[in-house]
């Protein structure tokens, strides 16, 4: 009987770097697919990072912990291989949670079929996760206004990057912060910002008053750090901070202090956290919205692959180094 | 000629204590009163918190600052006693932006009249900018609903108290944050708050952790300082907070740093900050909504006041120490 292999989740993470002890590989039987279930190839995984927060064990987050013992959760696209579903049939794409796992049986649930022609990286890094969160997140919370100036931190990863690109075509004077000068130039010659900072070598602070001589309308917050309080200190009356990710922060026992409310009140902004996990309802209206653009070749990607399985378990920890360059994708 | 004492802003403050030699205060012959215009006898005069920004030299702040050498900016009530304006009469009663001096002259801009047949007191502490001002953060920001539980700071403060009182009469479950013992039993036994935490005294987590099982869904923020992390990591999912005050910060040349916004995300919360210059035209609407409250006798109040235009200058010191107790309201 044919083996596959599963990475389970077998302790909860320490400090920030994932250990190759925090799981387990193991092989597994394929077992029958019974009536009404289906068997499904997984052919890439995409790293997201969420998953750290998936690991951790907060009970009041927005998805329940991954159970210690059980499959490592994340999102892929495959290729159903046996079915005894009539809704999916044999050669069908289709993606959804699937798991650290080379196969999955499933009766359907969460998973969807994709129609679209379009490789597989494609629909991981821009109609997946990464490009329905910068919509839900940019066009229904941020409501961006043509003319207004946005700042997106972490803009050379799979959602600050097409934030960008999307707020560009909205006709906003985009403003990307990257953790390297090759992540300032991709955004600044591909991807059409209308400025880069590195954080990490410019004078962050100089460099933002340079950039942004109307101030600062939009904040697309997706890493955290020293940054927070310079960009908040630059915000116009009324202005929208969209709070998407913490990447600095995640896998920190006690997270850093954030900024003062002081000009929180004075400006009179307005901070919204959101994650995926509320709207999956809203995806089709989402897709809606942002094929469009994909289409038209406005928003570009690039694809992070690495190679195998188990090379997820090091991979995750390029998120936190910053060194995946693209959305950081697995392919099996 | 008849004179009169008006006091001058002359410096901005430095640090959290309010000197007097940011102040002068000198003699004024009053002049003659024009054809559109008329004259208003001060009788009490608020002092408010926010008072401290408009003395600052913070630009982008809602309002301007006050400028040097001109009279220090604050809402007053008095009656007018001289008039070449037909819309006033000599003997109606007055409220509006009037400065700290004894007399005014104006042509009415900003200026109302009050109708209603309560004291002074009762009306710059309830119906005028604390009672707005909760009323507007309270009920059009937060939207409150019935079962929920709400944390409010400052809960001994003029803003605090009526946030507080108005919370209880929606049906919320109610927990003020105050000062002293005595702010503490008088929110529970005056003004019926739920619960009352002493946060100089009390193990503050332990105590929060007691009086909110369920977790909070509102946090109505008037002050600042440690316990704003403690009480946003209480919150529930799609909690909100509404930063209406940072008393704590005020006069601060680096105000405290805030709270992490992990939670943000994970409870995917939303923080608004608002000054109510920016809701000087609902005033009506908010009027007709805590009017009734106040006609049925569930807004108490208590007024701290002090005598003289001067103990102005020194009075202010006690909104940051916390000595008032109740609204702070100079009789003239």
Redesign the interface.
């Known amino acids: 009987m044919k083996k596959f292999t599963v990475i389970n989740l077998i302790h909860r993470p320490e400090g920030k770097v994932i250990k190759p002890e925090l799981f387990e590989v193991i092989q597994k039987k394929l077992p029958a697919v019974n009536s009404g279930e289906f068997l499904v190839k997984q052919t890439h995984m995409s790293l997201d990072p969420a998953m750290i ?1 998936w690991m951790s064990s ?1 009970t ?3 998805m329940p912990p991954i159970k210690l013992g059980s499959v490592m959760r994340s999102s892929g696209i495959g290729v159903v291989v046996e079915s005894k579903n009539t809704d999916f049939a044999v050669g069908d794409r289709v993606m959804g949670q699937m798991g650290w796992q080379e196969y999955l049986i499933t009766n359907g649930k969460a998973i969807n079929k994709v129609e679209v022609q379009l490789p597989d990286e494609t629909i991981l890094s821009v109609l997946a996760l990464p490009g329905l969160t910068a919509t839900q997140g940019l066009l229904n919370i941020g409501k961006p206004k043509k003319g207004e100036t946005i700042v997106v931190t972490g803009a050379g990863g799979a959602v600050g990057s097409i934030v960008g690109q999307l707020a560009k075509a909205k006709g906003l004077n985009v403003i990307g912060v990257v953790g390297s000068d090759e992540k300032a130039d991709w955004i600044m010659s591909e991807l059409g910002f209308d400025g880069a900072i590195n954080y990490k070598t410019e004078a962050f602070d100089s460099q933002l008053t340079k950039l942004t001589p109307d ?1 600062i309308d939009l904040f697309y ?1 997706n890493t ?1 750090g020293f940054i ?2 310079l960009i908040i200190d630059r915000m ?2 009324h202005g929208r901070v969209i ?4 990447i600095a ?1 995640y896998g920190k026992a006690v ?21 995926m996990t ?1 709207h999956y309802k809203d995806i089709p209206s989402l897709l809606t919205k942002l094929t469009p653009y994909v289409v038209q070749g406005k928003i570009k990607h690039r694809s992070h692959i690495i190679e195998g399985l188990e090379s997820a378990i090091t991979g995750l920890n390029l998120l936190f180094t910053g060194e995946n360059r693209g959305k950081l994708i697995v392919k099996l």
């Open positions: 927060g907060d009041k987050s927005y101030g917050e955290g927070q309080q116009n009356p709070v998407c990710g913490l922060d997270p850093a202090a954030g900024p003062s409310w002081m000009n929180v009140i004075k400006r009179r902004l307005s901070i919204q956290g959101f994650t509320d």
